[in-house]
Each structure stands twice: as C-alpha cells, then as structure tokens.
C-alpha cells in the first residue's frame, strides 16, 4: 500500500525534479537536493527562484550551506493538526539540509493518536526532534525519546515546551545500546517507532552501520515490545522494498500480524516523491 499525508496546511512540495525538491514550509518555501527525484520539473529554474526563499548548496557528502533569494527567518514553526488538536513544531535551517521535520512522518503522528493511551510506554528510538513523542506524551503516554545528539535532543524539548506538555524522558544515548539494556531489565514498551540511519554516531563516537545492526536491533525491539504492543520502522535511509522490509520483519516476529507501506509526498502537478517505507509489526 502506498500512503501520502493528506491534512497538511502549514506544508506542500509545490514541484520536484532534476535532483531537486521545492518545498513550502509555512510562509518559507526552499530549494533542497532530493537524489530520488530524477524526473523532469514542471516549473522552470526561473520559477522555482522566484518562489523560494533560500536554497541548500551541498558542501560536502554530509554538509553544506544556504544560500538565500530573499528575507526569510532563520526560525520559525509550522502546525499540524490532529482530529482538532494542533501541534506546533519549531523549524531552522540546518547545514545538513534538514529543518526539523520529516513531513512524510504525518502519517505515523495519525497512527501513534489512535494507538496510544494514558500511561502505556511509549519508546521513541533515534527519535530527532521529537514529533513523535510529542503526539504521543499529548495522549498522556509514558514517553521516552532516544538519540545520541545533544542539540538534537534540545530542539525536541522545545518543541515540547511550545505545545504546552511536559515530563518526556530525554535520553542522550546510543538507540542499540538504551534498548538492549532496557531489555536486560525486562521493560517493557505498547509502542516503540524507530527511524535508524544509514550511519551514525554515538554520543561518545562509536560509529553506527545500520546494514551491520539492524537484525540486533530487530531481534531486541522484539524483546521489548509488551503483548500487545505496536512496531513501526521508518525506512529511507537504506532503500529497502516493502517485500523486504516484510520478509525481515517476519523474519523477527513470526508470530505478529506484518505491514509494510511506501510513503510518498505528492507535488502540485502530480509528480510521487517516494520517502522509503515503513514497516509496522503488531502484536
């Protein structure tokens, strides 16, 4: 099945093409490389300038600069809003092309609302900025939201604190290592979403190779996940197929009901932007 968030008003992709996707982010609207877009675009480069505030120059294999076409802010936020409740969500413009949100990701927000209640666990691995757990703590779940970057971990506390909620624990710490000794104490979780990168590092440096980790990973997401507990798996990074992604999931929870879905953004003329696939395993 293939799945586009479809409730979005603070964000569009206006056009995409030739590398290249155009996107409207509240009032900001930006240039930014996107390798899977090897079409054509519908508007001319003319057009696409006249429309964008700013464009990222890619620097180096993880990095780079913006450049900017007219006066835009360096911060500001976007809402998004669930069966009348709104979420808000602080954006920037970072030097690895992000600025905070995944828009793609809507349609686990949709899935998390329906899914978690007041005082289940709820375990956000390699979680950014937060959004997940931000839906997620405003069910009143017990939340706890894992990454290894320090000013990543911050931003999602921001972002907490601009919804009015509160006590999500910050973990600053490797996903793998958290969850295997999470495991090794017998815990628990009714929901656990996780979006590994390709690689990575930890909060002390170890490097991360998600191809050299993700059956360890599986195989202890397993073991945490309560008796009729929910998995989702955010796959871009590595490109795997839904086929895949099911194999390997079934591969680790034989005996759990397997999904896989391709998520996609669709732009004003049509054009599908595939975004990876997520794997969803429920107990």
């Known amino acids: 099945m293939k799945r586009c968030p479809k409730n979005w008003k603070d964000y569009e992709l206006i056009d995409c093409g030739e590398g290249l996707r155009l996107d409207r982010f509240g009032s900001v609207v930006l240039i930014r490389?996107?390798?899977?877009?090897?079409?054509?675009?519908?508007?001319?480069?003319?057009?696409?300038?006249?429309?964008?505030?700013?464009?990222?120059?890619?620097?180096?294999?993880?990095?780079?600069?913006?450049?900017?076409?007219?006066?835009?802010?360096?911060?500001?936020?976007?809402?998004?809003?669930?069966?009348?409740?709104?979420?808000?969500?602080?954006?920037?413009?970072?030097?690895f092309k992000h600025v905070g949100i995944f828009p793609e990701q809507a349609i686990n927000w949709e899935l998390i609302h329906r899914n978690i209640a007041k005082g289940q666990r709820f375990l956000n691995l390699f979680a950014y900025t937060g959004a997940s757990s931000i839906v997620a703590r405003a069910n009143q779940a017990n939340v706890y939201h894992v990454d290894s970057i320090k000013q990543v971990l911050s931003w999602g506390?921001?972002?907490?604190?601009?919804?009015?909620?509160?006590?999500?624990?910050?973990v600053l710490e490797d996903a793998l290592k958290f969850a295997q000794r999470e495991a090794k104490r017998n815990h628990k979780y009714d929901f656990i979403i996780m979006d590994p990168p390709s690689f990575g590092h930890g909060p002390k440096g170890g490097k991360w190779?998600?191809?050299?980790?993700?059956?360890?990973?599986?195989?202890?997401?397993?073991?945490?996940?309560?008796?009729?507990?929910?998995?989702?798996?955010?796959?871009?990074?590595?490109?795997?197929?839904?086929?895949?992604?099911?194999?390997?999931?079934?591969?680790?929870f034989p005996?759990?009901?397997?999904?896989?879905?391709?998520?996609?953004?669709?732009?004003?003329?049509?054009?599908?932007?595939?975004?990876?696939?997520?794997?969803?395993?429920?107990?």
Request: proline share 2%.
């Open 33 to 95: 490389p996107e390798p899977k877009a090897i079409w054509q675009r519908s508007l001319s480069n003319s057009e696409w300038e006249q429309k964008a505030h700013a464009r990222f120059e890619q620097k180096s294999s993880n990095s780079g600069a913006w450049s900017r076409f007219k006066r835009s802010p360096d911060q500001w936020s976007i809402n998004y809003s669930i069966n009348n409740k709104k979420f808000v969500f602080d954006l920037k413009l970072t030097r």
């Open 157 to 170: 506390k921001r972002n907490m604190e601009l919804n009015g909620i509160a006590d999500i624990r910050w």
């Open 209 to 252: 190779s998600l191809a050299d980790k993700i059956n360890e990973l599986l195989h202890t997401c397993n073991e945490l996940l309560s008796e009729n507990g929910v998995l989702v798996w955010n796959n871009y990074s590595l490109g795997l197929s839904e086929l895949t992604i099911e194999t390997l999931l079934k591969s680790h």
């Open 255 to 283: 005996k759990s009901k397997i999904s896989a879905d391709e998520l996609y953004l669709e732009d004003q003329f049509g054009k599908k932007l595939s975004m990876g696939v997520i794997g969803k395993v429920s107990n």
